[in-house]
């Protein structure tokens, strides 16, 4: 082996040059061509080696940029998928605002209500006007929309309650009695419609109850205080019957049927009160008028001649009230029902007399008894020689 610094012959065994001191370093003993040759074989080995380096390196390389790029898609999914959770979220949270705003606005309800029923899906508009309703339930559009509905799907009873509803916050709303007349005509509820009627506070609302009015019957005798009996005939519009009572009770619920006229006869107080019922047994408005019936004894007896002494036999003629009766008496006595009853003119007793006589009339009240002297005393007849 030789130096690798001088190229002296080392000893077997030593470390260092013993020519230069230099550490030994074992330098094989071959030839050029062996160098060269080994050093084209540690050059390729080194090459190889090398490019195996390389490739490893790119290796490497490629698994850490692979690595980094999946990192990097996975970092962009996680931020992708967040963003798109946060949209949806956000997206969620607008819609969840938004029909909370819907679910709460009477105006959304009301107009989606009105779209749907011009497109006739009344199931949906009932749903929209309804919950309007909810929103608002004074609002009496919204009200006689849902009315409508009701008439359409023929739901008589949802429609009566919404109607007296909107009455009752409007009572001049016009279309909701017409729709209410409407229904009490197709039920034969005729006592309902008067009812519905007399509770009006409007007249411009009257032309709709029209067709249901029935006049009231006319009386042929003004009420009033009368001394004497009254009868009263009762008129009615033609196919009408009339019923009445008489002590001011409802002619509707308690009334007679008038077929003859009525004769007030009796000393009281009357209230005759009548109404009139249509064909199709529409009642009208009740008419009443109090009559007072006061009966006064009849006026004394008017005779003629006058009381006095006659010498010539008069007819004595007693003036009968209408509907009287006359008793008299000659002797004083006072006269009854059971005393003679004047007819005809009385022939004047001879002598001195009176003529008490008491007049009594239809209702057996007795004027005053009056009296009446007649002396008749005829001429002497002369004597015969």
């Known amino acids: 082996m030789k130096c690798a610094n001088c ?47 390389q490739q490893r390196r790119q290796m490497e390389l490629k698994r850490k940029q692979q690595k980094k790029e999946a990192a990097r898609k996975k970092k962009i999914l996680l931020i992708s998928g967040l963003c798109a959770a946060l949209a949806v979220a956000i997206l969620v949270t607008v819609i969840l605002v938004v029909n909370h705003n819907h679910r709460n606005s009477f105006d959304y309800q009301y107009e989606k209500g009105l779209s749907y029923a011009a497109q006739k899906d009344y199931d949906k508009a009932l749903d929209y006007f309804s919950e309007a309703a909810k929103l608002d339930p004074n609002h009496t559009g919204v009200l006689l929309e849902l009315a ?48 519905l009627y007399g509770q009006l506070k409007s007249d411009s609302l009257r032309e709709i109850f029209a ?45 007679k049927r008038y077929s003859e006229p009525i004769e007030l006869n009796n000393a009281k107080d009357y209230t005759l009160s009548a109404v009139c019922r249509d ?19 009849p ?36 006269p009854s029902q059971n005393s003679d009853v004047y007819s005809t003119p009385l022939e004047m007793p001879e002598g001195n007399h009176v003529l008490s006589i008491l007049v009594v009339d239809s209702h057996n009240l007795a004027s005053p008894v009056v009296r009446y002297n007649y002396i008749y005393l005829p001429p002497d007849e002369p004597e015969e020689q």
């Open 211 to 255: 067709d249901y009015m029935v006049a009231p019957p006319e009386f042929s005798v003004e009420g009033g205080e009368y001394n004497d009996d009254v009868t009263v005939e009762l008129s009615a519009p033609e196919g009408c019957t009339i019923y009445y009572t008489l002590d001011g009770t409802s002619p509707v619920e308690r009334g």
């Open 148 to 195: 409508k509905i009701y008439e359409i799907r023929e739901d008589a009873a949802s429609l009566e309650a919404t109607l007296l509803q909107i009455i009752t916050l409007d009572d001049t709303e016009p279309e909701a009695y017409r729709m209410l007349v409407s229904l009490y005509d197709k039920q034969q509820r005729y006592d309902d419609i008067m009812e």
């Open 279 to 297: 064909a199709r047994g529409i009642f009208g408005q009740v008419a009443s008028a109090e009559y007072k019936i006061v009966y006064e004894a």
């Open 7 to 53: 190229g002296a012959e080392l000893k077997l065994g030593c470390v260092y040059c013993s020519v230069c001191g230099h550490e030994a370093q074992i330098v094989p003993d071959y030839n050029i061509l062996e160098d060269d040759y080994l050093n084209h074989l540690m050059n390729a080995e080194e090459k190889e080696a090398h490019q195996k380096e």
């Open 299 to 334: 006026d004394s007896a008017t005779v003629t001649p006058a009381a006095g002494t006659y010498t010539e036999a008069m007819p004595i003629t007693i003036q009968v009230p209408e509907g009287c009766r006359i008793y008299y008496t000659w002797d004083g006595s006072l």
